[in-house]
């Protein structure tokens, strides 16, 4: 079946405009999350979602980053006023996690974004 | 505080030898392992876990092995192949702290012909 899918693939923006980054979880997967990677760095989570829950925002660097999950599937991670540090992949997961369970999870290819 | 550290930045093997990547873990609270493969410009793919109720998992070419007691794990990787040639990270969730991965800064591979 399909997998995680992302867009757009890549995503070149100006210092404080706001960007929205899109991602497709696999059908069926009740958790989806958001990392980052930047450059030399390692994937740093942002947020997770687990079915009808609250999500887990500890992730998110500051009040600029947002993210939403429309009727449990697609997910929306907004950032306002970009600012050149946010230059990074984003990289969104999903799994089939049930709460106080352990699971493996799937990415997609992950969002380029440049702020220029 | 890096609680998944991989203290190797590259690796380089020779073809039809083996590949050991470590990781070392801080957090005891870790109950779930995963070594994930990537490629330059796309996600991480998933390799091999392992959960800590276990100590080795096996699969194909791949090992992993955990050793709680020394918070550390390896991944084998026997006969390397030129293919295997990419970023491994490895990476840690806590069943009680919503999977969560945690992840190390990665190990460059190169597997030489």
């Known amino acids: 079946g399909a997998g995680v899918s992302q867009s757009p693939s890549n995503k070149v923006t100006e210092k404080g405009k706001d960007v929205e980054l899109r991602c497709d979880p696999i059908s069926g997967h009740t958790a989806l999350y958001w990392y980052r990677q930047s450059l030399g760095q390692g994937l740093e989570f942002l947020i997770y979602?687990?079915?009808?829950?609250?999500?887990?925002k500890s992730g998110l660097p500051s009040d600029r980053f947002s993210a939403e999950r429309t009727g449990g599937s697609v997910s929306t991670l907004t950032i306002q006023r970009t600012q050149q540090e946010d230059s990074a992949v984003y990289l969104c997961?999903?799994?089939?996690?049930?709460?106080?369970?352990?699971?493996?999870?799937?990415f997609g290819p992950g969002t380029r974004l440049t702020v220029l | 505080d890096q609680q998944v550290k991989q203290n190797s930045p590259s690796l380089s093997v020779q073809e039809g030898r083996i590949s050991i990547l470590n990781c070392d873990y801080t957090?005891?609270?870790?109950?779930?392992f995963l070594w994930y493969k990537k490629y330059p410009a796309e996600g991480p793919t998933f390799l091999i876990s392992?959960?800590?109720?276990?100590d080795k998992n096996e699969d194909g070419r791949f090992t992993v092995f955990l050793n709680k007691s020394a918070k550390h794990l390896s991944l084998h990787i026997v006969p390397s192949q030129p293919g295997d040639s990419a970023v491994y990270f490895c990476a840690a969730s806590a069943s009680n702290q919503g999977g969560k991965l945690i992840f190390g800064q990665g190990t460059e591979l190169s597997v030489k012909p």
């Open positions: 997961a999903s799994s089939f996690r049930r709460t106080g369970d352990t699971d493996t999870q799937y």
């Open positions: 392992i959960s800590s109720i276990k």
């Open positions: 957090n005891s609270m870790f109950d779930y």
């Open positions: 979602f687990q079915g009808n829950s609250a999500p887990d």
